[in-house]
């Protein structure tokens, strides 16, 4: 379907791709401005966070160097048809693979709610790159569309890529005299919090306030030392470790590599297959089986009806479901009506058998795929008492809004931890507010104030009965977080527009609703008008559907 926008100059549509991409070049100059502090700053990760940190750093006027283990962007968006040598991925001394796409994804949000502010998520500004067209695309051309939003700001020259990152080690330069105190020592003086004067004003670009808002330093300056090696193409290393300083580390290495896995009796002796979907890539291998999905969350709702197309029969275990109906209804679904919800397993038998907590049990089953989400881990963070507390959970401990270590202000920030949001304009969001407060452009509050907001913060999850490893899921609370990124990043940076949040809840109304083919519904026309009206007025040219 194309709608037809009334007022606009026919010889105005024309080579949409090369407009669009002119605008956004003068849109970047335009919104360049002169920061009053440059850092040196590091991006562990170069997937849509890395990528999105890169941009908002350099165009604030910081030296960048950003480190990615892959030999190209993308992160998570990365297909790989290797796994882990170990399945379940529970054996700590297995081959690690970074990535958990799988062959058949789709996203679960429409692309034009997915796009950064300035390069639309369209076909047509993709152009020839566009592999699928669709609304609900692949993993393929979201992996187009970073790859175009990265030469677009010509970000490679930035990114060290096959690089791993080793330690990254906290240090503190002794009265100008150029000397390292003691690591250990240094991070326990500026991540204990206990003095708000030493801690939160030690460095001019740290931009945490003091009482009355002004910003001071002293001659104490934390650095970051950050160790690496690069890496051969069957990641073995090509180099000896090597170690550069930085005022600032942007942590935006995902959180979708570390599977976590839940304690279930009888795990270690059932005779099936177990995996976690980390390590799930095609559904072809489970013709004819009888296959437990556990967890029912976005992965756990995909791979049930992948691998429901060849299965016997797939049975959904999970404590709870996006639709409350779900938990009652005996009923079979999916296109073979072969997929049936049970509760949690409760125990498994070395003779295959699985009980539930909830339902009847299965005589017998082949495989146990793992839809159980993730931990946040960080090992280049581990080796440092100061650090290591960070890595490891299903949420990462008291930062102030799910970014920043208060006694460090954004001389150590995370970019993407939030889970059930719109990723890449928040990401967007963050990063900028992290380049301003390295500039000196933005504020943080005191130290004092930051913890006084962590601990309120976690006495309304408590109070809630909010379980920890929901620290950082947002769904509707997005949007004021949203918000928040923006005025506190200050003049300049606008607020989402309204018609994201109006298309996400409807998405979600429809994901609900039509689980089967949700994907390929038509979206409200108020929301198409809404969307074209964005992009017309952002970029001057038509979008076609």
């Known amino acids: 379907m194309t709608l037809v926008l009334k007022g606009v100059r026919r010889g105005a549509l024309t080579s949409p791709v090369r407009r669009s991409r002119r605008f956004c070049t003068r849109l970047l100059a ?113 992996l187009a569309y970073l790859d175009l939003f990265a030469e677009m700001h010509q970000l490679h020259q930035y990114v060290q890529y096959s690089t791993q990152v080793l330690q990254v080690t906290p240090v503190i ?21 206990n003095n708000s004067s030493s801690s939160s004003n030690s460095h001019p670009s740290n931009s945490t306030s003091n009482d009355d808002g002004a910003h001071s330093s002293s001659q104490q300056r934390p650095k970051w030392l950050i160790q690496t090696m690069h890496m051969g193409p069957e990641g073995l290393p090509q180099t000896q470790p090597h170690t550069q300083e930085f005022d600032a580390v942007v942590v935006a290495n995902g959180h979708y590599n570390e599977p976590n896995l839940p304690v279930v009796e009888g795990a270690d002796s059932w005779s099936g297959l177990q995996l976690h979907s980390h390590n799930y890539r095609i559904p072809e291998q489970f013709a004819g089986q009888t296959v437990v999905v556990v967890g029912a969350s976005n992965s756990g709702e995909d791979v049930c009806r992948e691998v429901a197309a060849v299965a016997d029969q797939v049975v959904v275990a999970a404590r709870s479901w996006k639709n409350p109906d779900w938990a009652r209804d005996p009923r079979h679904f999916g296109h073979r009506n072969n997929i049936s919800r049970r509760g949690m397993i409760s125990r498994l038998h070395s003779d295959g058998r699985v009980e539930f907590q909830e339902g009847l049990p299965l005589p017998s089953a082949d495989t146990i795929i793992y839809c159980t989400g993730y931990r946040y881990k960080f090992p280049f963070l581990e080796q440092h008492p100061a650090t290591a507390s960070l890595s490891g959970q299903q949420y990462v401990p008291g930062l102030y809004r799910h970014m920043f270590v208060p006694a460090l202000g954004p001389i150590l ?51 809630h009965a909010v379980p920890l490893r929901q620290v950082h899921m947002q769904n509707e609370l997005q949007w004021q977080y949203n918000d928040w990124l923006a005025a506190a990043a200050g003049p300049h940076v606008p607020r989402l527009p309204e018609w994201r949040q109006r298309m996400y809840m409807h998405t979600g109304a429809n994901k609900r609703s039509h689980p089967e083919d949700y994907r390929d519904r038509l979206v409200q026309l108020c929301c198409i008008v809404l969307i074209v009206r964005f992009y017309h007025v952002g970029c001057g040219r038509l979008v076609s559907f």
Request: proline content about 7%.
């Open 30 to 142: 335009m919104t360049r401005q002169i920061p009053n502090t440059s850092c040196r700053v590091a991006v562990i990760g170069a997937g849509a966070a890395g990528l999105v940190s890169l941009r908002e750093l350099v165009k604030e006027g910081h030296k960048v160097i950003g480190f990615e283990q892959n030999p190209r962007p993308g992160g998570v968006w990365v297909y790989d048809t290797a796994t882990d040598s170990d399945p379940l991925a529970a054996r700590p001394d297995r081959r690690r693979v970074h990535s958990s796409m799988y062959r058949d994804l789709r996203t679960n949000l429409p692309r034009e709610l997915m796009g950064f502010s300035d390069v639309p998520f369209t076909p047509a500004m993709l152009g020839a790159a566009s592999m699928d067209a669709r609304r609900f695309c692949s993993h393929s051309e979201v």
């Open 173 to 193: 330069h002794s009265n100008g005299s150029g000397s390292h105190s003691s690591s250990n020592e240094a991070g326990i003086h500026f991540l204990s919090g």
């Open 413 to 463: 920030s995370f970019v993407g931890l939030p889970w059930k949001v719109v990723p890449f304009p928040q990401f967007e969001l963050q990063a900028k507010l992290i380049a301003r407060l390295l500039s000196g452009r933005a504020s943080l509050p005191s130290v004092p104030d930051m913890e006084a907001d962590v601990k309120a913060y976690y006495r309304n999850l408590q109070a």
